[in-house]
């Protein structure tokens, strides 16, 4: 049985096991260390699709608001006169493209709205001063 170390002979054997060791602890440390995020689809985020409806100010007994589609489409609810068309977003903004149909003429419009606020059933966004609370139907 050998008790000691000796360089010359020993070196090869001792810079393997080393090096082997250091491998190992390499890979435990980075499974311990692994804090990877759980994929989408098993913790799936809100997302602005949907149904969103608010009162219509002055008359809390009739409801106004718009569907978002996954294609991009936007739909109108309550707003005759006012046609949502797309939609789209970009950072904290809301855009919802359309038709103003009234007096005769059509004009197109964009409403550029700031996301205040969004969870999966409710929608928070400002327009200059004006903010609006929508609740997800």
């Given at each position: 049985m050998?008790?000691?170390?000796?360089?010359?002979t020993?070196?090869?054997?001792?810079?393997t096991?080393n090096?082997?060791?250091?491998i190992?602890?390499?890979?435990?440390a980075?499974?311990?260390?692994?804090?990877?995020?759980?994929?989408?689809?098993?913790?799936p985020?809100?997302?602005?699709?949907?149904?969103?409806?608010?009162?219509?100010?002055?008359?809390?007994?009739?409801?106004?608001g718009?569907?978002?589609?996954?294609?991009g489409?936007?739909t109108?609810i309550?707003?005759?006169?006012?046609?949502?068309q797309?939609?789209?977003?970009?950072?904290?903004?809301?855009?919802?493209d359309?038709?103003?149909i009234?007096?005769?003429?059509?004009?197109?419009f964009?409403?550029t709205?700031?996301?205040?606020?969004f969870?999966?059933?409710?929608?928070?966004?400002?327009?200059?001063?004006?903010?609006?609370t929508?609740?997800?139907?």
């Amino acid at each position: 049985m050998k008790n000691t170390y000796h360089p010359y002979t020993d070196t090869m054997s001792y810079t393997t096991s080393n090096f082997l060791a250091g491998i190992m602890m390499a890979a435990l440390a980075l499974t311990a260390c692994n804090t990877a995020s759980t994929p989408a689809t098993d913790n799936p985020q809100p997302t602005l699709t949907g149904r969103w409806m608010e009162s219509v100010p002055g008359m809390p007994d009739m409801h106004q608001g718009f569907e978002l589609a996954d294609d991009g489409t936007a739909t109108s609810i309550g707003m005759a006169t006012l046609q949502y068309q797309k939609w789209s977003t970009n950072g904290d903004t809301l855009f919802l493209d359309g038709k103003s149909i009234g007096n005769g003429q059509t004009l197109n419009f964009t409403d550029t709205l700031i996301i205040n606020s969004f969870q999966f059933d409710s929608l928070i966004v400002q327009r200059g001063q004006l903010v609006q609370t929508y609740t997800r139907q």
